[in-house]
């Protein structure tokens, strides 16, 4: 999974990433084409992986990650906005984080000159929105020249510039499967999932979503603090957030919240030197997810042999699981579950 952070200039996105990635990226004020994109990998925790982990005793336990983008800040002197390189770089990414100032430093003013978490969230989409607008009205110019104005595409893209045109982001107009898998090709901005992180002051910890009564997927956290915490060593760390009040760190709770809004969930395979954890979208079939796992699994697929999590901790054997037909084979079309342990049979 791949998100990129975006955001104004100076609202503290660089340290976000810092904080979110544990990695020390330089942090600067950022505002030309020249900035080049800070990238970093978490590995998501997850306490079922580590369980299998100590009972099978692989040589390797690989857990799932997120890699995460750093990205220029958007313009605010005349005519600014994304650059083109920022651009390119989000259309590469599944997700957005959108890191939004709700902090005031005297010495570091807003670039626009106030603290505004609602409007900096409305710039942001107006820039999303353009970019998105101006590819649909240059697709349909093109297809007007080629006489095929009465083609799917144009009804298409005609339909998605409307609600643009008003200020509504793709991911905000109902589309049918057939149709987002058709508009994929295009990596619309603004069809993509976006979470909001609410980047706060010290004298605002845990922090108050304010944007979150209009906008769906806000994350609060201050991270200059939180940065400050992941340096700490570990035993420290819990007792510094719980003297805070801060019920889980900042990484958690992203991790959190991406999986739900991305609707992600975890299958593990279990082999002699390895143990893993594979992130899929929720509602993927058995075929697809062994190609996650290796091309080859997919392309000669012949099962999957399926069991539950809950099923196997209750009695941790496999040669138990078959015995109690906790083991099941499926097919293809087999709608992988959240903690299922799989083993793909192929023939290439």
Not at 95 to 121: M, Q, T, W, Y
Not at 143 to 155: D, F, W
Request: hydrophobic letters at 40%; aromatic letters at 8%; glycine letters at 8%.
């Amino acid at each position: 999974m791949k998100i990129g952070l975006i955001g104004y200039p100076l609202s503290g996105k660089t340290t976000v990433f810092n904080t979110l990635t544990g990695l020390h990226a330089r942090v600067d004020n950022y505002i030309s084409s020249g900035k080049e994109a800070n990238v970093g990998l978490i590995k998501v925790p997850d306490p079922r992986l580590d369980r299998l982990s100590e009972i099978f005793q692989p040589k390797k336990t690989t857990h799932a990650e997120i890699s995460f983008v750093d990205l220029a800040g958007i313009s605010t002197t005349s005519g600014g906005g994304f650059d083109s390189n920022t651009l390119a770089h989000m259309r590469t990414v599944e997700a957005f984080a959108c890191v939004i100032r709700d902090f005031s430093n005297e010495a570091v003013n807003h670039p626009l000159g106030r603290i505004d978490p609602l409007g900096d969230i409305r710039g942001i989409d107006e820039e999303i929105i353009l970019a998105d607008q101006i590819v649909i009205e240059k697709r349909l110019e093109r297809l007007a020249k080629e006489g095929k104005k009465s083609s799917t595409e144009y009804e298409l893209l005609e339909r998605c510039l409307s609600p643009l045109e008003e200020g509504t982001p793709l991911r905000d107009i109902s589309l049918a499967a057939e149709e987002i898998k058709s508009l994929s090709g295009f990596t619309f901005l603004s069809l993509k999932p976006r979470l909001i992180l609410l980047n706060t002051g010290e004298d605002n910890i845990p922090g108050n979503p304010v944007p979150a009564q209009k906008f769906k997927g806000v994350i609060s956290f201050c991270a200059k603090i939180e940065q400050e915490i992941t340096e700490l060593d570990p035993r420290e760390q819990k007792e510094f957030l719980a003297a805070l009040g801060i019920a889980e760190p900042a990484r958690d709770k992203f991790i959190r919240a991406a999986y739900e809004l991305l609707n992600l969930i975890s299958f593990f395979t279990v082999l002699k030197d390895e143990v893993r954890a594979w992130t899929i979208s929720r509602g993927t079939d058995a075929l697809h997810a062994a190609g996650k796992v290796h091309s080859d699994m997919e392309r000669g697929f012949i099962r999957a042999e399926v069991v539950a999590y809950g099923d196997f901790i209750a009695e941790p054997s496999m040669a138990r699981m078959k015995e109690m037909g906790k083991l099941r084979l499926e097919g293809k079309s087999y709608l992988v579950a959240d903690g299922d342990i799989i083993a793909f049979r192929f023939n290439v």
